[in-house]
Every structure is written in C-alpha cells, then in structure tokens.
C-alpha cells in the first residue's frame, strides 16, 4: 500500500512562480525524503528531512515536516522551465534495509 | 561515470518468457534495491539486499528472483513473465557516508505482449 498521499497530482505554473505540492503519510518515521523524476528517468534525491527536523532549504528549495500532522511540503521558489519532473516524497520508517515507502507524486509542468 | 547502471534499458518480449535485468553500482554502497514502478507511476519497493544478503522481501511473486553475486551488483531474474509484469524496474543503491538518500538507475521499461 501507498504510504504517502501527494498533492496536488498534477500542477501548471508560470515560471518564476512558485511551486508548493504536500505530501501526507500514515505511519511513524526516521526521516522523509523528496525525489524528483524527470520524464523516462530515474529518480534524483533531492532533500532529506529527519522527524526532528521542522524545516530545511536547499537552493530554490524548502521542505516543511509536521509529525504531528504526518504531513510535508516541498516548495520549489522562481521555478524554471528545468523544474519540469515529477516530485516524490518518500517516508523512510527505519525497518530493516531503510526501505522507503514512496508517494503517488505530484507532476509538476514549469511553462515557459 | 555512471553511479548506478541497468541493462537493459528496453525489455520488449513475450508471455511465457524468462528474463533478465542487470544493475551495477560503482558508488561502494552496501545496499542495493530493486523497485517497480507502475503505469501510473506508483513506486513500490521489491527487494533489498545488503552485502549480498536478502534483507527486504515484499509481497512479490516467486516468479521473480533477485541475485546479487557481489555487494555492487544486484540483478533480477524473472520467469514465466505475465502482461502484468510490464512496468519500469529501477535499481538503486545506499550508502551510509552522506545520509540514507538513495541514487537510482536510469530504469529498465519492461514491456510483455
């Protein structure tokens, strides 16, 4: 079963605008993790944040965590035509092996 | 240089077929994955190895077998293959140097007619 739910599943945005998708999840957690996926590609890490982690920024990017809510949100700031992928969350429960338990994603299209 | 490879890239072939997917990680990591990712891009783990041993196990049919000769590579056999076995298979890797992020492959698209 999915663990995370996204949303929205899809978004249309101007670029230079921003980009918020959400990402909720059912069970405890080690640490939540962003991808994206470029069309026909694998998937790209882009930002880890643990459960004792509120908020955390890399580049154009900002990851919100609220445990108590079992939600997260990855905003993406002046997003560009490049930004164009789609955007997984990823729940990491600390079983064995570190498996991560991924969301249906959000498609993300950047017009230019 | 490539940090986590799969071949084949495209896999088209019958019903009723067994076939392979190889995938090699240049990366050092102790743990490799196998994941399945449907028509609607839904990612679900398969397998985990560590150091060559089996250590994630999901529901998958035992028509599918993965095998890992050494820690750097890990490759999945699957029999009798079915139409819904079609979907893409993405290998990835894990260290512990930089944190738990996983690096994927590029993915091998399976298609079964």
């Known amino acids: 079963s999915q663990q995370g739910e996204e949303d929205p599943q899809a978004l249309s945005i101007q670029e230079g605008e921003n980009a918020t998708m959400n990402c909720s999840y059912k069970?405890?957690?080690?640490?939540l993790q962003w991808y994206r996926q470029n069309s026909g590609r694998g998937l790209v890490h882009l930002i880890l944040i643990r459960s004792n982690e509120r908020e955390k920024h890399s580049g154009r990017l900002r990851v919100t965590l609220d445990t108590s809510k079992k939600s997260s949100s990855l905003l993406i700031t002046a997003s560009r035509a490049a930004d164009t992928a789609s955007y997984f969350c990823a729940t990491d429960g600390s079983t064995a092996g570190n498996k991560l338990t991924f969301g249906g994603g959000t498609r993300v299209l950047v017009k230019p | 240089d490539t940090a986590v490879s799969q071949t084949p890239k495209y896999l088209v072939t019958q019903m009723g077929n067994d076939k392979s997917i190889k995938c090699e990680q240049n990366l050092g990591h102790d743990t490799m994955y196998w994941y399945k990712q449907d028509s609607k891009k839904f990612l679900k783990i398969m397998f985990s190895?560590?150091?060559?041993?089996?250590?994630i196990n999901e529901t998958v049919p035992n028509r599918f077998s993965p095998k890992s000769p050494d820690k750097a590579h890990l490759n999945l056999h699957i029999n009798s293959l079915e139409l819904g076995d079609s979907a893409v298979y993405f290998c990835?890797?894990?260290?512990?140097?930089?944190?738990?992020?996983?690096?994927f492959g590029p993915g091998t698209r399976l298609t079964v007619t």
């Open positions: 069970t405890s957690i080690n640490n």
């Open positions: 990835a890797s894990r260290g512990t140097e930089r944190g738990y992020e996983q690096y």
């Open positions: 190895y560590n150091n060559k041993e089996l250590i």
